[in-house]
């Protein structure tokens, strides 16, 4: 089935760092979704988009649909050690389909 | 904002038995919900989708038989592993969705199943 591509696997930094990852797909999507998970939770949703193009922020987060549709990003700003935990990506390849295809996910931890 | 309630959270189980998990959409009626299967440090791994009145939709891979969903109600679906074995020791997340368009999907907490 499809897979995207999440990039980089992990990431460590320092606090107050910014940090950026990214997903991309074989085909086009048209929604993409980025989710936060803690350990022995389920994934909680950060930033929804549904536009080409589209950018989108939640406080220090920043998230953009790529203009091919075929790729996202998250940005965080100024990182805090409770942004820390697996980033996941996903995404709807057509309108109307509901399940989401899921990257690999981007562990974050961060040296205070 | 939306909430999905799983339930339980954990559970330990004998090799042989069978397990229940519920899943409730706590705040709106899901006519969708799914189910996911997640291993240590990797990504989600989507079983099937529920569908409120209809049989479930496995993915390729997934045994209907081992395990059994039922979505009776928009607002409840259950996942049932059946006969357990220790291979089967996860971690079940479902999720649901508020409608049939682009709405996003929303978690619940997970499951964390072992089966001794």
């Known amino acids: 089935g499809q897979q995207l591509n999440q990039s980089p696997q992990s990431m460590f930094i320092q606090e107050g760092e910014d940090v950026s990852m990214n997903c991309t797909s074989s085909s086009i999507f048209n929604t993409w979704l980025w989710y936060k998970q803690e350990p022995g939770e389920g994934p909680v949703l950060l930033i929804a988009?549904?536009?080409?193009?589209e950018l989108t922020s939640n406080g220090r987060l920043t998230a953009q649909f790529g203009i091919t549709r075929k790729d996202s990003f998250l940005n965080i700003s100024a990182s805090i050690p409770s942004d820390v935990g697996i980033y996941f990506c996903a995404g709807r390849e057509w309108q109307g389909a509901q399940k989401l295809v899921f990257g690999q996910g981007t562990r974050l931890t961060i040296n205070p | 904002g939306a909430v999905v309630s799983q339930h339980p959270s954990r559970v330990i189980c004998k090799s042989g038995t069978s397990v229940k998990i519920e899943c409730r959409s706590l705040?709106?009626?899901?006519?969708?919900m799914f189910w996911y299967r997640q291993f240590p440090k990797q990504s989600l791994m989507l079983m099937a989708t529920?569908?409120?009145?209809?049989?479930?939709?496995?993915e390729q891979g997934v045994e209907k038989d081992k395990f059994l969903i039922n979505h009776a109600s928009l607002t409840l679906s259950t996942l049932t592993v059946t006969s357990a074995h220790p291979e089967d020791s996860s971690f079940y997340i479902c999720?649901?969705?508020?409608?049939?368009?682009?709405?996003?999907?929303?978690f619940g907490n997970g499951t964390r199943l072992t089966v001794t």
């Open positions: 529920s569908n409120e009145g209809s049989k479930a939709t496995y």
């Open positions: 999720s649901a969705t508020r409608d049939r368009g682009n709405s996003p999907l929303h």
């Open positions: 705040d709106f009626q899901a006519t969708t």
């Open positions: 988009l549904y536009k080409a193009g």
